[in-house]
């Protein structure tokens, strides 16, 4: 969402359509207090004498949307639209809204049309290409990215956008540099420390991208994301305690929760399996054995999690059982003079 400033006092009382600055303080100190339901109430007063006012139906949209009330937003903000055509804040407002829904092509579309209006809207075009990435088009997304940093090159987050695409079309040295620019910019940005790290260990600088995730977590505690991505570092590096001491952190920050539907499965999913290697590496079985099976819940159908399980039992000292697991995971190997080789999955003999 843009700053409240620039959504209050983009279009300044310089038209007759909106109400005067004394009404437009009034409605930004209600929204700045986080009154969204005073500040509903002051919006459908205003626009009782200033129907069209783009400033108050933009801003109208934007607490109704504070609210949760997102059919009403997108009505708002289409009607601001609809009696101020050339107002590009509305746009951008109605395209994050979409994009907070799930349509992210249509968000593109409103991006767009913000940047047909006014060509030198950086934030328009960085929006664009956060969308083209969410859509995994990245050679898309860098169009627009190599412009928001060209219009706005104070931007950080703009750097960083340009960075994540540019590493992931494989552009590595380009993705440092503009990773460096955004912390540069912002020696705060955890999260550009932590993809900066991604980069520099899938270019095999291991010590370099260790000391971009340790920068992440002394910038945000709570970062289980970097333990995680610093305990692969170190298992790595060899220093095995330190991956134990991030995985476990990472758990202990974010662990798996089942009834949360936005849940990364994925990444929780390698989180307990590393989690699991490493407790089994220092013969802690029954530990190990926890994490496989909190990565089985995960990924039900994931076959190769029965070895990983096979190891832990066998080490607990339940042989049959353990060889059992593993050979639900990989077969037996059976070899038939007129059928030649073959692997037989999930029997027991």
Not at 205 to 210: I, L, P, T, V, Y
Not at 269 to 283: A, P, S
Not at 319 to 348: N, T, Y
Request: net charge negative; charged share 25%; glycine share 8%.
């Amino acid at each position: 969402m843009f700053l409240v400033n620039y959504l209050f006092f983009a279009m300044r009382n310089s038209e007759t359509r909106n109400p005067p600055d004394s009404e437009l303080t009034e409605l930004s100190g209600l929204y700045d207090i986080q009154d969204y339901i005073g500040a509903e109430k002051l919006c459908r007063n205003l626009l009782t004498t200033y129907p069209d006012s783009a400033v108050v139906l933009n801003i109208f949209g934007v607490v109704l949307e504070a609210q949760g009330k997102s059919k009403e937003a997108q009505e708002a903000y289409e009607d601001t639209i609809r009696r101020n055509p050339d107002y590009t804040v509305a746009y951008n407002n109605l395209g994050f809204l979409l994009n907070s829904l799930g349509r992210l092509e249509e968000a593109i579309e409103k991006f767009k049309k913000a940047v047909e209006l006014d060509p030198g809207d950086g934030d328009a075009h960085n929006n664009i290409g956060v969308l083209f990435q969410n859509l995994n088009q990245h050679e898309q997304a860098l169009t627009h990215l190599v412009k928001a940093v060209a219009l706005d090159p104070n931007n950080p987050a703009a750097y960083f956008n340009y960075a994540n695409s540019l590493k992931a079309t494989g552009k590595n040295d380009e993705a440092l540099e503009k990773y460096n620019q955004a912390i540069k910019l912002h020696p705060s940005f955890s999260l550009a420390f932590n993809n900066r790290g991604n980069l520099l260990e899938s270019m095999e600088r291991f010590d370099e991208a260790k000391r971009s995730y340790s920068r992440a977590i002394e910038l945000d505690r709570g970062y289980s994301r970097a333990y995680s991505n610093r305990g692969i570092v170190e298992k790595k590096l060899g220093n095995y305690s330190g991956a134990l001491g991030d995985f476990v952190k990472a758990v202990e920050l974010d662990p798996w929760h089942p009834e949360n539907p936005t849940e990364d499965t994925n990444f929780k999913f390698r989180l307990y399996i590393n989690l699991g290697d490493i407790q089994l590496y220092f013969k802690k079985y029954d530990k190990a054995l926890e994490s496989y099976n909190r990565a089985a819940e995960i990924e039900p159908n994931n076959s190769d999690v029965a070895a990983f399980k096979g190891n832990a039992v066998m080490g607990l000292g339940d042989l049959s059982k353990g060889l059992q697991l593993r050979q639900e995971a990989f077969g037996f190997v059976s070899f038939d003079l007129s059928k030649g080789l073959s692997i037989i999955h999930g029997l027991s003999g």
